[in-house]
């Protein structure tokens, strides 16, 4: 799994506004007549006999779901983007303490390099009961590869779309915990729904989710993709630009800058490169100022890498920590617009 930084945005694709009835086919039964459970995923079904005490991760979002009801992994894959001194997460940190499991201590999961790809030996080397992989990119190979290490749950959705109320059910599924699951995703939806009451603004609102952090191009993002998801929880609608071009089946595509001035929406919101403002984006390419909500301060860039990372690899405690962290700066460029029209 080794990702630039354009193939992380593109992957990172999480989650909110969808009712878990309507997020795709992955599913999940319950334990059968002989306690074993069975997940099905892209690449068939999986079937735990029992409920495991030592599941390794891969990929983004399925430790958290893990962590989230209170299950640390035995490994997981070491962040590479929007990571912190850690090469972790500040809300994965969070709940590793709060678990006695803080990385560097006798407790922690082990952190497996994604460097060259997955990391095979060393997952292997955990000894997983069983490999979560819900929310992942996992080409059919590389699992069954895994597969002959420990049954593994494959993606719900192919390419990264599985959103985390699929990922956060799928888990409580394995860990026998379906209850804890649905309480804990019907208290997030719940927090989000809040957000949208607190700030009124929004339900006013139209966005564009996408990436300036290519002068030579706008990467645009729909559909089941995290960020839109996420910005619909909060009572936005995507602009009709986006939605009458998103080619069918799509969620990421291209915009050409010549054409900035059609991305017409109340707010525009940008990952930039590593370490940018807005306006260093604005100043890599003249026609991104020709973007609409440029000029209301509609356009709004989330401050961090890993502020980007929290909505876009959304999971049950990122989510929590974008509400906090995320949720102003969008709040006001939601009032600057408003008030330019």
């Known amino acids: 799994m080794k990702l630039t930084r354009r193939h992380t945005l593109m992957a990172a694709a999480a989650a909110t506004a969808l009712a878990l009835t309507g997020c795709g086919s992955g599913s999940t039964s319950g334990p059968d007549a002989d306690g074993a459970i069975t997940i099905e995923h892209i690449y068939g079904e999986t079937t735990i006999e029992q409920v495991p005490e030592r599941v390794a991760t891969i990929s983004w979002v399925n430790a958290d779901a893990l962590l989230a009801l209170g299950t640390v992994p035995v490994g997981m894959d070491a962040d590479v983007w929007g990571q912190n001194a850690n090469n972790s997460t500040d809300w994965k940190d969070a709940r590793l ?73 799928a888990a409580g599924q394995l860990l026998g915990k379906s209850d804890e699951a649905a309480a804990l995703i019907e208290d997030l939806e719940g927090e989000l729904a809040a957000q949208a009451e607190a700030h009124p603004v929004f339900k006013d609102t139209t ?26 929880a909060l009572g936005m609608t995507q602009a009709e630009v986006v939605t009458e071009n998103t080619p069918e089946g799509s969620f990421y595509f291209e915009w050409s800058p010549e054409r900035a001035s059609e991305l017409e929406s109340d707010i525009f919101f940008a990952s930039v490169a590593s370490g940018a403002s807005i306006e260093d984006a604005l100043a890599s390419n003249a026609l991104f100022g020709q973007i609409p909500s440029a000029s209301t301060g509609g356009l709004v ?17 990122s989510l929590s920590w974008a509400i906090e962290n995320v949720v102003p700066s969008l709040a006001e460029a939601a009032q600057q617009a408003a008030a330019a029209k």
Do not use: H, M
């Open 97 to 169: 303490a709060e678990l006695g499991a803080e990385i560097g201590s006798d407790n922690a999961p082990a952190q497996f390099s994604v460097a060259d790809g997955i990391d095979f030996e060393a997952i292997a080397a955990s000894d997983p009961q069983v490999i979560f992989a819900a929310y992942s990119g996992l080409k059919q190979d590389e699992y069954e590869k895994l597969s002959k290490i420990a049954p593994t749950v494959g993606p719900l959705e192919a390419n990264y779309l599985t959103s985390w109320q699929q990922s956060t059910e």
């Open 207 to 232: 966005f564009i989710a996408g990436d300036l952090s290519q002068p030579k191009t706008i990467s645009l993002y729909a559909g089941a993709d995290n960020r839109p998801r996420f910005l619909s």
């Open 301 to 317: 860039a989330v401050a961090s890498d890993q502020a980007v990372l929290s909505v876009s690899a959304a999971s049950p405690l």
